[in-house]
């Protein structure tokens, strides 16, 4: 199997890989398993961002 190469520095980025990965899953294109190991990482990233993007506000009151 090749190897996949996802984006994921903006939230937009991420929502886009995600996407993906649950295309390529529904195709049968990767296991399932490895669907979720990516979207779970993928879930992570995503809730740092947010919360990176709270402090900022945060710290600009």
């Known amino acids: 199997m090749a190897k996949l190469r996802l984006k994921m520095t903006t939230a937009k980025e991420i929502r886009r890989a995600m996407n993906r990965v649950s ?34 506000r945060i710290d600009e009151l």
Do not use: F, P
């Open 23 to 56: 295309n390529m899953a529904l195709n049968g294109e990767i296991e399932a398993k490895q669907a979720n190991a990516i979207i779970y990482a993928a879930n992570t990233c995503l809730n740092s961002i947010r919360t990176d993007e709270q402090e900022k």
